[in-house]
């Protein structure tokens, strides 16, 4: 399933995503951020992620860490969901970008290493079970 446009969202604000590549699990409570406001505000004012949760930021080709209170993972990823870039735990006053980017998932550092997350793995985007 692709979660990528607005005809295809998911019901709710939160989504389970998979590397297919590696058959390993990315994130089990990922939130969407596709509004302005949920784009710009991110992980703001957060003083952590639990293990499993993250954000997908759609559309996105870049983000700051400015005032960020912990390190985090970034995987860039294209439309068709293949990772462009990866960033392992990227600390606070650090600006990243992938311009050839449509999405990215903000995750618990230590998730790329943990899930193996490689450029070109293709994640799947599923919603969560009830």
Same mark, same amino acid.
Request: charged letters at 25%; aromatic letters at 8%.
């Given at each position: 399933?692709?979660?990528?446009?607005?005809s295809t969202s998911p019901s709710d604000d939160f989504v389970v995503i998979r590397n297919l590549t590696r058959g390993t699990l990315v994130a089990e409570r990922a939130e969407v951020? !596709?509004?302005?406001?949920?784009?710009?505000? #991110?992980?703001?004012? !957060?003083?952590?992620?639990?293990?499993?949760? #993250?954000?997908?930021?759609?559309?996105c080709e870049s983000v700051h860490t400015f005032f960020m209170?912990?390190?985090?993972?970034?995987?860039?990823l294209d439309k068709e969901l293949r990772v462009k870039k990866v960033r392992p735990n990227v600390k606070a006053w650090r600006v990243s970008a992938c311009l050839t980017a449509h999405s990215i998932l903000e995750l618990p550092a230590g998730t790329i290493v943990a899930t193996q997350t490689q450029p070109r793995?293709?994640?799947?985007?599923?919603?969560p079970s009830h």
């Open positions: 399933m692709n979660f990528t446009d607005r951020a !596709r509004t302005s406001a949920k784009r710009s505000k #991110g992980l703001l004012g !957060r003083n952590g992620l639990d293990p499993g949760g #993250g954000m997908w930021i759609i559309p209170q912990f390190p985090i993972d970034l995987i860039y793995d293709v994640l799947r985007v599923e919603e």
